[in-house]
């Protein structure tokens, strides 16, 4: 039986390429622990007067490459395994796409939907309070994730300015436009997802995008913005879904044809994408067996697992969630020849855009779309081209690939700067 807990998964893929790459069994050791693992407890009284107390984590797994960077998610699954495995595939994750930042991962064992705005901004403000002299610009930079969003990065900055006495825009990346937010960082994640989709596609299917056909489970940040630019790009959308449950569309052509404005707002009005009218409602289970060219997961991890694996139709599967596919389901999938572009490489464009926030922030600047939707193209196609040479090169799947890239890089720094 294999083990689902999300840290181990990160070790066992990392053990996967160790005989892939020379590494000193000095840094592998190092590498395998997070630096630092920080928890706090953040008692809060809530509104309607009852008093909890939410348990917070941040994990610093590695700033060999520059300040530890991470999201921080609000779910009430979180655990210190959770956190830390994230942490560690932050690493990577900024190594793949090369930028000069280390990896770590936060969040609060929280379910937000349970609380009132009022009270989540004040849980939000403990939180970094509470953390206070272990985030900052150089040190760890922290953004949104499962649950929360421009609004948590805004209440994140202003305690943190408000605790140092001034304006400290680059504590904290995906912030709304207005108070340092970059164009384009909203949509990043689900853009660098759709740019691997298409690269993919080319590179395996030999086809266009127009002649695709894809699955989609998750309709949050990345899920529905991955879903508007395959839309933008051509491609059919045969399968969508969210925690509530999962919608086909009805009639002769079995592809969503309105557009993606009025498929989002159909699916904030009725409080879920299944509840859409004109569609068959669906399993989550079924978005993953849905026949299609792509499988997109884009909601949690362990979806993709040695349960379903073989009921996985699709050709290509995209990792738009972190760690959605377990190292069990890994194999089965490599044995049936199905390609699997890795989430440290398929998500990245998010903590990509991120830095382009850190850096206008700290040059007192602020980007057009265009521009940063050009870096954004040009950086994920040169990561997606490096990794898929070094597979053919080795004769390796995209994932080990990934992560011989990222390891190789970061050993280096850690070499370099003399870590023993
Ligand atoms: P989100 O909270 O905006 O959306 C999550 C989506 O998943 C929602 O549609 C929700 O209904 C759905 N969902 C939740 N539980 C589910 C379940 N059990 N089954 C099916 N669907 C379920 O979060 P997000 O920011 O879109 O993050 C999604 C994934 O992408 C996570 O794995 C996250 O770590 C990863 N990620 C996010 C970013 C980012 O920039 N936001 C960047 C890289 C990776």
Not at 124 to 141: M, Q, W
Not at 211 to 228: C, E, H, I, P, R
Not at 315 to 331: H, L, Q
Request: net charge neutral; aromatic share 6%.
């Amino acid at each position: 039986m294999e083990a689902e807990d999300p840290f181990n998964n990160a070790l066992t893929q990392l053990a996967s390429i160790t005989d892939l790459i020379t590494i000193d069994n000095e840094y592998y050791e190092m590498l395998k622990s997070p630096r630092r693992e920080v928890i706090v407890a953040l008692p809060l009284k809530l509104g309607d007067g009852t008093s909890v107390t939410f348990t917070g984590y941040r994990v610093q797994h590695n700033n060999a490459r520059g300040p530890y960077k991470g999201g921080i998610r609000y779910h009430p699954s979180v655990t210190l395994s959770e956190v830390k495995a994230l942490a560690m595939w932050m690493t990577w994750k900024a190594a793949v796409i090369d930028i000069p930042f280390g990896g770590a991962k936060g969040g609060v064992a929280v379910d937000p939907k349970r609380l009132s705005n009022d009270d989540l901004e004040r849980l939000t403000r403990k939180y970094v309070s509470a953390l206070e002299r272990d985030i900052g610009p150089e040190i760890d930079i922290p953004a949104p994730d499962l649950n929360t969003n421009p609004q948590t990065m805004a209440w994140m900055m202003n305690e943190y300015s408000r605790l140092h006495g001034h304006n400290v825009p680059a504590v904290v990346t995906g912030k709304p436009i207005e108070i340092g937010g970059s164009e384009g960082r909203a949509a990043a994640t689900g853009r660098g997802v759709a740019i691997c989709a298409r690269e993919a596609v080319k590179k395996y299917l030999h086809s266009d995008m127009k002649d695709v056909s894809v699955a989609v489970q998750g309709f949050g940040n990345v899920g529905s913005n991955t879903v508007k630019s395959l839309m933008e790009m051509g491609a059919k959308i045969v399968a969508i879904s969210d925690v509530v449950g999962g919608a086909r569309p009805k009639g002769p052509r079995k592809y969503f044809e309105q557009s993606f404005s009025t498929l989002l707002e159909a699916s904030n009005k009725l409080g879920s994408v299944s509840l859409i009218p004109n569609v068959d409602q669906i399993s989550n289970e079924q978005v993953i067996e849905t026949e299609a060219d792509l499988l997109i997961p884009a909601a949690l991890e362990n979806q993709i697992t040695e349960n379903n694996a073989q009921k996985v139709k699709a050709k290509i599967v995209i990792e738009a969630a972190n760690g959605p596919t377990t190292p069990m389901a890994d194999k089965i999938m490599e044995r049936r020849g199905i390609r699997l572009v890795p989430d440290i490489l398929a998500n990245s464009g998010g903590v990509l855009v991120s830095y382009f926030e850190w850096v206008q922030n700290l040059n007192r600047d602020h980007w057009t779309e265009e521009e940063v939707n050009n870096r954004l193209e040009h950086k994920m196609v040169h990561a997606f081209n490096e990794v898929v040479t070094l597979a053919e090169k080795d004769g390796i799947d995209l994932r080990r690939a990934a992560l011989v890239l990222a390891v190789n890089k970061v050993v280096a720094a850690m070499k370099l700067s003399g870590w023993h």
